[in-house]
């Protein structure tokens, strides 16, 4: 008789001990963890405002139109995914998307998904007021992911599906000049089954020159027209200098800032006129107390600040050179791109002084938690400060339940 109460005292340990596992660990980082929101607001709060895309776990893409103290003014969404967000000059806000359910799909069957630009009016009520967009084969890694205008009122999109970039006239729906990464890279026979460059990027940096994101070799490719590839930043693809990169911010000739996405910094990487290498001149992983989590926007403003995109903490920040937080505003799950009102990505200056932040010693991953922890927040918007510790807790107390729940139903089994 007294085997069977030791048995069922230690499966209530045992239950108990798992339960103040996944409690302290939870309650205790909710408790103590860093903001996201931070009342220090920078001295132009109350004239600027924030314009966000927001990617989303599931349908849950949208824009979002904050204001300088973080209080959002107008949102439009509920599709698959929304990525870059330009103002325009007359208010209204070009934005590429991706949505379903279409049934003009081409080649595909319908119901198909259909990525590609959009321009959305926001008032009085925010609603779509033009579409060009085409049918993918599969949404996964063919989404148009930027565009922007161009100064001739086409726009310039870069194109994911085909891997390629193109100025598209969107009265006639023309392709008026197009460059192909099979130009440049060896191709397979279709790009549209494999996710062969993951092209993400595609900004104008002067008359017919374009900076060009190629997210799967951690390049950047400085394309003219008429000449092809004249740049290329980082050459041998060296994953300690970029790494799965989104949304480079070109300084001028010789500088350009970047969200190295999957190292869970921003850099800013200079040329080397006596080597001819792209080195790291800056970089920062934690700000305001809090690590970078698959950043994928970093543009430097006209005021010299940095605003980070921090995609997997659901937070956009605004930092001085030092690493420093101005401001931290709480975005919806999963944000893409994000500019800071009025400036855009407007021209931004290099910063002359290296500074790097220092990783602490809870910022280290854990490779197959990571994994897993990031695949979540794919799927649900997971709080920002559940980290890898969470899931090895959980982990522990699911062996502690189970074993507690053996001995338990051991127990009971005995007592019958």
Known sequence: MGGLTGEFQ????LFGVGTLLVAGAFGGSWALVPDTETVTKGADANNTSILVGVQGPGPNGNVTALDGHGEVRWSIGDIISYQNVEKLDNGSVLATFAAGDYEDCG??????????VRIIEPNPDPHVVWEWSYPVRTRKDSEVHDAEMLPSGNVLVADMEWESIFVLNPKTGEHVWTWNASQYYDAPADPTKTDWLHLNDVDRI?????LVSIR????????ERGQGVVEVVNEDGDSDVLNQQHNPHWLGDGAVVVADSENHRVVELHLNDTTGEWEVAWSVGTVGGIRLDWPRDADRLANGHTLITDSRNNRVVEIRENGTLVASYSVPSLPYEADRLPYG???????GSAHEAEVGP?????????TLLAGARHVVAVPYWVSEIHLLVVGVALVLWIRGGYLLARTGLRKQ
């Not at 002067?206 to 374009?210: A, C, I, L, N």
């Open 107 to 116: 080649p595909y069957d319908s119901p198909c998904k259909r990525t590609g």
């Open 206 to 210: 002067g008359d017919g020159r374009y």
């Open 216 to 223: 799967n070799r951690n390049q950047l490719l400085v394309v």
């Open 10 to 13: 230690r499966g209530l340990v």
């Open 345 to 351: 990505e407007s021209d931004g200056s290099p910063y």
């Open 362 to 370: 809870f910022d280290q991953r854990i490779p197959v938690l990571t």
